[in-house]
């Protein structure tokens, strides 16, 4: 049997660590967050960056490899369980306000490490189980127009003012959140209506994918107000919000300053590997199942994740994914990292 799956077994620490934080008090609360954004990026500096591709009959194994599969199938449970872990224990009356704190943190990470980017790699695939599973990720982060916007918007608009999850040419992260959280989901609304209106259908309608989502996630909501309280759907909500922005910073990241030309009235040219930034980064890779080999991901989007390669004239970042999410943090450490390699790439 085939047990290079097993690599991407080291995804599956950061839902150990919420387990110590969940179970623990104290600074192990927190364990998630070092994991995520100290613990990684030191490893990321250690090992380095590997742009190796498999060879072309290995990649094909490993594509048809339903080991991989199960392994992704196991992070739905594992989500939904935390995050039911998590409503019974947040509100708790022998934990302190940091410990609560650490835990909010925590299930975020998870929301967007495992809920999000797991949604994001199951919502490309044909199967329809599999686009179930999609949703049901994205509903534990409140965020299920992804699932539309996505696929049906930013792979088309990417790197076009059209599209609110590429970040512009001196954008900072913080005004970056703000348009992409309400562009996104207006996209999705936009998508759905001229979908529905083409096929004769009204916008205002259960059949519309929106407003189903939407009581989906209303529901969610109510659900967890009637049983756990007002506190704890409180703190539900945070954690999705930083779930969301996770994965917003992940967009800015990925995107930031690269644009498509116009070559006609209607018509931006095809996409390009160029057109995202690319991270070989060998740990931050595994944690995320591949999804930092983004510029491929664009290229091919119906390709899985663990076949994703190391793309030729790609943008590179100079390190992995949790490091360049603390540097967008800051923006003009940011800026004077990334617009100096943005400048060079353009010439």
Same mark, same amino acid.
């Given at each position: ?228 309280? @007002? ?6 909500? !945070?954690? &999705? =919000? /930083?779930?969301? *922005? ?71 970042? @100079? ?6 999410? !603390?540097? &967008? =943090? /800051?923006?003009? *450490? ?14």
């Amino acid at each position: 049997m085939n047990v290079r799956w097993m690599k991407y077994s080291l995804a599956f620490v950061l839902p150990g660590c919420t387990a110590m934080s969940f179970s623990s008090h104290g600074f192990l609360t927190f364990l998630p967050v070092v994991f995520a954004f100290v613990i990684i990026p030191i490893a990321d500096a250690l090992v380095g960056a590997d742009s190796k591709n498999r060879e072309k009959m290995e990649s094909e194994l490993a594509r048809t490899d339903r080991w991989y599969d199960m392994m992704i199938y196991l992070t739905v449970p594992v989500q939904v369980g935390m995050l039911i872990w998590f409503l019974f224990v947040v509100d708790d009356s022998a934990s302190s306000a940091m410990e609560t704190v650490g835990r909010v943190l925590s299930m975020g990470l998870m929301c967007g490490v495992f809920g999000i980017n797991v949604a994001h790699e199951l919502g490309h695939r044909s199967r329809p189980y599999e686009k179930v599973m999609a949703k049901m990720m994205l509903s534990t982060s409140l965020y299920m127009h992804f699932f539309i916007e996505h696929n049906r918007g930013h792979h088309r608009n990417v790197g076009t003012p059209e599209d609110a999850a590429s970040a512009r040419p001196g954008e900072d992260v913080y005004s970056f959140y703000l348009r992409t959280l309400t562009g996104s989901f207006a996209s999705a609304w936009r998508i759905v209506s001229k979908e529905r209106s083409r096929r004769g259908q009204g916008v205002w309608s259960l059949g519309n994918e929106m407003i189903q989502y939407l009581f989906i996630e209303i529901g969610i909501c109510v659900l967890i107000g009637y049983v756990f309280g @007002p506190f704890t759907l409180l703190m539900f909500l !945070i954690a &999705a =919000l /930083i779930g969301m *922005l996770l994965l917003e910073s992940v967009n800015y990241i990925e995107h930031y300053g690269l644009k498509r030309n116009k070559v006609s009235e209607h018509r931006y040219e095809e996409v390009q590997a160029w057109h995202s930034w690319n991270s070989d980064f060998v740990i931050g890779r595994l944690v995320l199942f591949e999804l930092t080999r983004h510029s491929d991901h664009h290229w091919d989007p119906s390709k899985p994740y663990q076949v994703l390669d190391s793309m030729p004239r790609s943008r590179e970042l @100079p390190a992995g994914y949790p490091a360049m999410i !603390i540097t &967008a =943090l /800051i923006p003009p *450490l940011w800026f004077s990292v990334m617009d100096k390699r943005l400048a060079f790439t353009m010439q």
